[in-house]
């Protein structure tokens, strides 16, 4: 039994290293892509699928990477640029893409400078374009007030630290203790249960908090 062990644990941090090294190349060649198919989408003066292999791009998150740097710098320069020719509509898809790339790679908080930044941009355009079609005879919307906007972007559902802790906590509870339970045969007792089944309820409720 104890020789299996030495020889199964090798094998297991093998097989660890293995798949995290895969999951890692495919993050950056998947950045990489991305970033190659923004620039070809700028080139022929396509910035809707410019923004979206941007927005991919400063998703592709993983230690090491640069291309999340540089999917937000295209952004950032997509928006600059069509604010300056005028095209509102543009700047405001590509500071929403912007945000929403910072929402979906957040790990403990969903607040930042960059987020700020983004939602800041996100309010003024909005109250632009609205302003604009209400000078053209619509009807006024809720983004005629930038602050009222810039206040809803605040409020996010994406949950923060405490939430992943918390559903972590109750996940390592849970296979530690059924772990035992299930191995040690000779030994299974109902606190091994007890701490199985209070494990995974602190994962549900840490789910339940998103």
């Known amino acids: 039994m104890i020789r299996t062990r030495a020889v199964l644990a090798p094998l297991a941090i093998a097989a660890l290293v293995a798949i995290v090294?895969?999951?890692?190349?495919?993050?950056?060649?998947?950045?990489?892509?991305?970033?190659?198919?923004?620039?070809a989408a700028l080139a022929r003066g396509d910035?809707?699928?410019?923004?979206?292999a941007s927005r991919i791009a400063a998703e592709a998150r993983c230690p090491g990477c640069t291309a999340p740097d540089e999917g937000y710098a295209k952004l950032a320069k997509i928006a600059e640029?069509?604010?300056?020719?005028?095209?509102?509509?543009?700047?405001?898809?590509?500071?929403?893409a912007t945000r929403a790339a910072l929402l979906a790679t957040a790990v403990t908080t969903t607040s930042s400078a960059q987020r700020t930044h983004a939602d800041i941009e996100i309010a003024r355009f909005a109250h632009r374009i609205d302003a604009a079609?209400?000078?053209?005879?619509?009807?006024?919307?809720?983004?005629?007030?930038e602050e009222r906007v810039r206040a809803t972007l605040t409020e996010t559902d994406v949950p923060g630290g405490e939430t992943y802790a918390l559903v972590g906590l109750g996940a390592v509870v849970f296979l530690a203790a059924s772990a035992r339970f299930a191995l040690v045969k000779a030994r299974r007792s109902g606190v091994d249960l007890?701490?199985?089944?209070?494990?995974?309820?602190?994962?549900v409720a840490g789910a339940a908090l998103f």
């Open 21 to 39: 090294a895969i999951a890692w190349a495919g993050r950056v060649s998947e950045g990489r892509k991305a970033l190659v198919e923004a620039d």
């Open 47 to 52: 910035l809707t699928d410019a923004i979206l």
């Open 81 to 96: 640029d069509a604010e300056a020719r005028g095209d509102d509509v543009t700047a405001f898809a590509a500071w929403r």
């Open 133 to 145: 079609a209400v000078a053209a005879g619509a009807t006024p919307t809720p983004a005629a007030a």
């Open 194 to 203: 007890a701490l199985a089944a209070a494990g995974a309820l602190t994962a």
